[in-house]
């Protein structure tokens, strides 16, 4: 155990975790489920449940605890529209984490711990580019911790639900459009700990040996940023027009309701399909409050207006051989981002993701499973609020890894 | 387990140097129905990358027309030679008296007012060059020159042969910034220099002085140029420009009132208490009703009983009023503001009506004769309203604005690149042609300390 806690200090450390799927929202919970696509909230098949299905943890056959890592690579390019000017992102690797545990109490009764990155992005562009008054970086990272109870109420029903705490930080940096003798631009600041609570609940029907249903709903979590600190580096003239103070600010990360359906076709394949109703809706305003505000340093208001969203998500898992597993899966991701507020933080587009990924069963104690997921993006876009006008091109790539151990 | 952490972390690193990147095409410019391989701009001290009160090294290579010419690199364009004062120089203008004394450019710096008070304004540097800068002609080590931009010049005076020339001088033809670049000191004209080089393309963007030069006397000497004598002068430049069958731009002069230089003093910054307009009104016999508060300043009028009045709200003061004679010597209150100070509403009428006028010539002469039309004026307006331009929101306020340079007349980087831009827009929709824009992002806008 002290060696897993190692691991996931150091993970800690070399945080963030990247942007993926909608919004800002990470859907990297679980290996089996990524490699399936994103599905798995009728599919008990490890302690990722914890995050998938509360209700369906009391399901699970053994005690168990698994350590998963998604390195994240991504990709970006932009080009400004009318202009022949591209710029890269240099976003750094990010390593999102999951760590569960599930324990049973007595036959019925089980409690599981899940510790995981749902959301959270860094996004940083090349030094000196196009939008660089709008963002050089933005880094969002929230770990939730997640104890739950999961109760089977019988051989075809399951309840359960864990209460979730967030915490986590974020940091938005950009440089502003004044210049020093020397040529250098000022840059801003703003970055804070946030935290906040919520809910994970879920049902599990498993009416036959072949076919089951789960249904979930996380709980919105507002994010709050009560006292984080804006830093201004700008010319000494101007020290006093932007004095380094703190700020509030709030960021909604939205409720999820799932639907999900698992069928044993035969012994060897199993399809799990999931839907998702994002309630991105919440987001509608990104507010910086500062507490010393000047003629020029005043609070901002930016639009977001993210409509709620769906996503759908599809996967097979085959048997090979009784150690090995062979997954499939693809999902298709509806942006919440209307036209017109596309930002650089977030260039997120309606997408079809392809995924992949293999289990192997070590002994009776250890399994590990891997997956890789690609995903595509391009949108154009006007934002409304910056002018920046251009297109938007990012790959995503996450290979994923998690061991399972079972006692 | 450290190590197999680290040997993961270094081939997840690994992984993402191979990762392939997204790509996006850059749209390769189409060049139209454009030749650009020599193009030669004509115009004032906006053209020559003049700003900050004076031409300098740096804000010539940003001038509009340079831009232009290394996005025209991108469909042919060829080499852009631009007559640069040294980079060394602090910059050259020229002050009064005769010959004309030399002024250097405008830096932001603390300065310390007659009142005590210290704050950030624009500084003129120590000149580094005298008149005889100017006697020192580069024609032949450095030119012939693409940016025909001339500091001072009126419509009528691109045509004129010998502007170069000194002894021009009692006629008022006579430019030192034309003579430093004239292919011939005592004859030669720029339109002539202009079309020597056989351009394949052309901008025309003159006549703010013929209204201007008015304006910056407050109206008080200097004349606007007739209307007649104004079109003949395009007619002349456009004929001789075109008669080879090169394609051009042309763009309108702005609207006064879209200048920093007239709008940055406020008609009613005489700021009094009440004990202060008690004793100006004594002093005055209560003629102006002088009361607490923000009054009006008090400028010279012949026309009005006493031969001042309160300036109206609709009237313009000028940048180089001296703000310390204002702030320590009652000027605008006991003394009032002398004419050549301020653009009242008889001037800025007559200001406004020969702009009108040259500005519809300037739109049928880009109609008549295929030019490309660059609405300038209306592109000030928005600036005046604020441009937001990839999250840096631009407009017309003196300084703060971050367009206009510390003279309040020319545009700094940032201001030129949006303004080429709008040639560029104007002459890709004229001609069919795709030139890029310039990232406007990569021009500065005011420098503080």
């Known amino acids: 155990m002290t060696q897993l806690n190692k691991l996931i200090a150091t993970l800690l450390l070399s945080s963030p975790a990247m942007l993926l799927a909608q919004g800002f929202q990470v859907n990297l919970q679980g290996q089996k489920q990524q490699a399936m696509g994103g599905a798995g909230t009728a599919l008990p098949q490890d302690a990722a449940t914890v995050f998938f299905n509360p209700g369906a943890i009391s399901f699970l056959k053994q005690n168990q605890f698994t350590l998963g890592v998604s390195p994240t690579i991504a990709k970006g390019v932009f080009l400004e529209d009318n202009t022949n000017v591209l710029s890269q992102t240099k976003s750094p690797v990010s390593y999102p984490f999951t760590y569960y545990g599930a324990y049973a109490i007595n036959e019925k009764l089980k409690v599981g711990l899940g510790a995981y990155t749902p959301f959270g992005s860094t996004m940083k562009w090349e030094n000196g580019w196009s939008g660089r008054f709008a963002l050089t970086k933005l880094q969002l990272f929230a770990v939730f911790i997640q104890p739950t109870l999961s109760y089977k109420i019988n051989e075809k029903w399951g309840i359960g639900g864990g209460f979730v705490y967030a915490t986590g930080k974020v940091n938005l940096q950009k440089d502003l459009p004044i210049i020093d003798n020397s040529g250098n631009y000022a840059t801003a600041s703003l970055s804070g700990n946030a935290n906040g609570f919520g809910g994970n609940f879920g049902i599990y029907y498993k009416p036959t040996e072949k076919l089951s249903f789960g249904l979930t709903y996380r709980t919105q979590v507002n994010m709050k940023v009560n006292s984080g600190k804006a830093t201004f580096n700008v010319p000494s003239s101007l020290a006093d027009q932007f004095p380094n103070t703190t700020f509030k600010s709030s960021l909604p990360l939205p409720q999820v309701l799932t639907l999900g359906i698992a069928y044993k076709a035969t012994d060897k394949l199993t399809l799990a399909f999931d839907a998702n109703f994002v309630g991105w809706k919440a987001y509608k305003k990104l507010e910086f409050d500062y507490k010393d505000t000047t003629a020029t340093l005043q609070n901002t208001i930016s639009e977001r207006n993210y409509k709620n969203t769906y996503s759908f998500r599809l996967g097979g898992q085959y048997m090979v051989t009784e150690k090995f597993a062979a997954r499939l899966g693809l999902s298709y991701l509806i942006t919440p981002i209307q036209s017109g507020y596309v930002t650089p933080e977030v260039p997120d587009a309606t997408r079809l993701n392809f995924t992949g990924g293999l289990g192997y069963k070590v002994n009776d104690h250890f399994t590990v499973d891997a997956s890789f997921t690609f995903e595509n993006l391009k949108r154009s876009d006007k934002n409304k609020e910056t002018n920046l006008m251009g297109t938007y091109k990012t790959y995503i790539y996450v290979p994923g890894i998690s061991v399972i151990y079972n006692f | ?449």
Not at chain 2, 25 to 33: L, N
Not at chain 2, 49 to 56: H, N, Q
Not at chain 2, 102 to 108: C, D, I, N, Y
Request: aromatic share 12%; hydrophobic share 40%.
């Open chain 2, 1 to 449: 387990m450290r190590l197999s952490t680290k040997s993961f972390i270094t081939v997840t690193a690994l992984g993402a140097l191979v990762a392939c990147k997204p790509k996006l095409k850059e749209p390769s410019p189409d060049k139209g129905s454009l030749d650009v391989s020599r193009y030669v701009s004509i115009g004032n001290s906006i053209t020559s990358g003049y700003a900050d009160g004076a031409l300098y090294y740096d804000g010539q290579k940003v001038s509009y027309a340079a831009l232009i010419a290394e996005q025209f690199k991108t469909i042919g364009g060829g080499d852009f030679k631009i007559p640069y004062v040294p980079q060394s120089s602090a910059g050259v203008a020229l002050g009064g008296g005769f010959p004309p004394a030399v002024t250097a450019r405008f830096s932001l710096q603390y300065a310390t007012d007659c009142l005590g008070a210290t704050s950030l304004m624009p500084v003129a540097l120590s000149p580094t060059e005298n008149f005889s800068f100017f006697g020192n002609n580069i024609y032949a080590s450095q030119g012939p020159f693409n940016n025909m931009g001339v500091p001072g010049a009126r419509s009528f005076h691109v045509a004129y042969k010998g502007f170069g020339n000194f002894f021009n001088a009692s006629t008022g033809n006579y430019n030192p910034f034309y003579q430093r670049m004239a292919s011939n000191v005592t004859s030669s004209s720029i339109l002539g220099d202009a079309e020597a080089q056989n351009p394949t393309f052309f901008s025309v963007f003159i006549g703010n002085n013929d209204v201007l030069g008015y304006a910056l006397s407050g109206g008080a000497s200097d004349s606007i140029t007739s209307y007649n004598h104004f079109c003949a002068s395009i007619d002349t430049i456009i004929e001789h420009l075109t008669k080879n069958g090169a394609k051009g731009v042309i763009g309108n002069i702005p609207d006064v009132t879209t200048i920093p230089h007239f709008t940055t003093i406020p008609y009613n910054g005489l700021t009094l208490t009440q004990a202060q307009a008690d004793q100006l009104n004594a002093t005055t016999s209560g003629i102006f009703g002088f009361h607490a508060g923000p009054n009006a300043f008090i400028i010279e009028d012949a026309s009005a009983p006493v031969g001042a009045r309160p300036m109206k709200a609709d009237e313009l003061l000028l940048l180089e009023l001296p703000l310390d004679s204002v702030k320590c010597h009652y000027m605008g209150a006991l003394t009032p503001i002398p004419n050549r100070y301020v653009l009242t509403e008889n001037e800025i009428a007559a200001i406004r009506s020969a702009t009108n006028a040259f500005n519809g010539k300037i739109y049928l002469t880009a109609k008549a004769k295929g030019l490309a039309f660059v609405d300038v004026n209306r592109f000030m307006q928005n600036a005046k309203a604020g441009i937001v331009y990839n999250g840096v929101t631009v407009n017309a306020e003196f300084v703060k604005g971050g367009a206009f340079s510390l003279d309040g007349i020319h545009l700094n980087p940032l201001g030129n690149a949006m303004l080429a831009n709008e040639f560029i827009k104007a002459i890709n929709l004229e001609f069919g042609s795709t030139i890029p824009w310039v990232d406007v992002t990569k021009y500065r806008g005011t420098i503080f300390p």
